[in-house]
T-cell receptor
Framework: RKEVEQDPGPFNVPEGATVAFNCTYSNSASQSFFWYRQDCRKEPKLLMSVYSSGNEDGRFTAQLNRASQYISLLIRDSKLSDSATYLCVVNAGTYKYIFGTGTRLKVLA | DTGVSQDPRHKITKRGQNVTFRCDPISEHNRLYWYRQTLGQGPEFLTYFQNEAQLEKSRLLSDRFSAERPKGSFSTLEIQRTEQGDSAMYLC??????????????FGSGTQLSVL
């Protein structure tokens, strides 16, 4: 079993739609959680951290469920510019940042 | 530009040649990481430095790979006797220790290696 698992997609959604991605992790001792965005042939860029109480940044909402060991990302009112790969990242201690394979999102006009 | 910078952006080499990549982290960051990414996969951990000390290497890293961070600032990653399977994007990231759960990785734009 992979340490961090994501549905690779692609998720094809129309502009304005709401879309949600989940990510599961296997190490119950994991300490911090993030979503990164990666455009084609570019580096990953931090989208947002994920806090236990859930957090929101504009159209993006992240949630953490420690009991079930998953995190989620919700994107409301999707824009064409949201098309990218979204990487789930789990930190299990000091240097151990584990990346999922990413979920591809395509927002269609 | 105060972000993480990597050089070169692209490298094409013939099988069997040696290549070296450079990473300059964000200046105040004391932790530096190397990752490798292939198409359709997430970044895969290679090695980690805190200041000049290399504290961890992935078991996936063969003896042909070596990394240094001699003065705790920039880092180099060398691949000796390259193989076609080494073709990938090599990403460098840095972070600032001591922030607990708020510690985040910041990536450079990567070096795309193609081994012919």
């Amino acid at each position: 079993r992979k340490e961090v698992e994501q549905d690779p997609g692609p998720f094809n959604v129309p502009e304005g739609a709401t879309v949600a991605f989940n990510c599961t992790y296997s190490n119950s001792a994991s300490q911090s959680f993030f979503w990164y965005r990666q455009d084609c042939r570019k580096e990953p860029k931090l989208l947002m951290s994920v806090y236990s109480s859930g957090n929101e940044d504009g159209r993006f909402t992240a949630q953490l469920n420690r009991a079930s060991q998953y995190i989620s990302l919700l994107i409301r009112d999707s824009k064409l510019s949201d098309s990218a790969t979204y990487l789930c990242v789990v930190n299990a201690g000091t240097y151990k940042y584990i990346f999922g394979t990413g979920t591809r999102l395509k927002v269609l006009a | 530009d105060t972000g993480v910078s990597q050089d070169p952006r692209h490298k094409i080499t013939k099988r069997g040649q040696n290549v070296t990549f450079r990473c300059d982290p964000i200046s105040e960051h004391n932790r530096l990481y190397w990752y490798r990414q292939t198409l359709g996969q997430g970044p895969e951990f290679l090695t980690y430095f805190q200041n000049e000390a290399q504290l961890e290497k992935s078991r996936l890293l063969s003896d042909r790979f070596s990394a240094e961070r001699p003065k705790g600032s920039f880092s180099t990653l060398e691949i000796q006797r390259t193989e076609q399977g080494d073709s990938a994007m090599y990403l460098c990231a840095s972070s600032l220790a001591g922030q607990g759960a708020n510690e985040k990785l910041f990536f450079g734009s990567g070096t795309q290696l193609s081994v012919l």
